[in-house]
C-alpha cells in the first residue's frame, strides 16, 4: 500500500466514513508507518480544533434559527 493513497484514506477514516474493512487496513499501515502516523494525528488535531471555532462562530441563536427554517419546509 502506497502512502500517497493513504492520505484521502486518512481523511475518511477521522470523519468517521471508513468502512469497517478499510479502517483496519489503514490502522494497520499507521502502526507500521510514522508519517501516515503523523498525517493522521496532525489531521485529527485541526479538525477538532476547526469545530471548536466553528463551535464558537455559531451561536446558539444562529444553529435554532437555521433549525426552524428546516423544520418549517420552506414556507415563508
Ligand atoms: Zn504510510
Redesign the pocket.
Known amino acids: 500500500m502506497r ?1 500517497s493513497q ?1 492520505a484521502s484514506r486518512i481523511q475518511d477514516y477521522i470523519s468517521g466514513e471508513l468502512g469497517r474493512e478499510d479502517r483496519m487496513m489503514l490502522e494497520s ?1 499507521l502502526s507500521g ?1 510514522e ?2 502516523k503523523t498525517c493522521a494525528e496532525t489531521m485529527l488535531f485541526f479538525r477538532s480544533r476547526l469545530r471548536d471555532l466553528f463551535r464558537v462562530t455559531a451561536p446558539v441563536e444562529l444553529r435554532n434559527r437555521i433549525a426552524t427554517l428546516s423544520a418549517g419546509g420552506g414556507k415563508s
Do not use: D, G, Q, S
Open positions: 502512502c493513504e499501515h508507518c508519517e501516515c
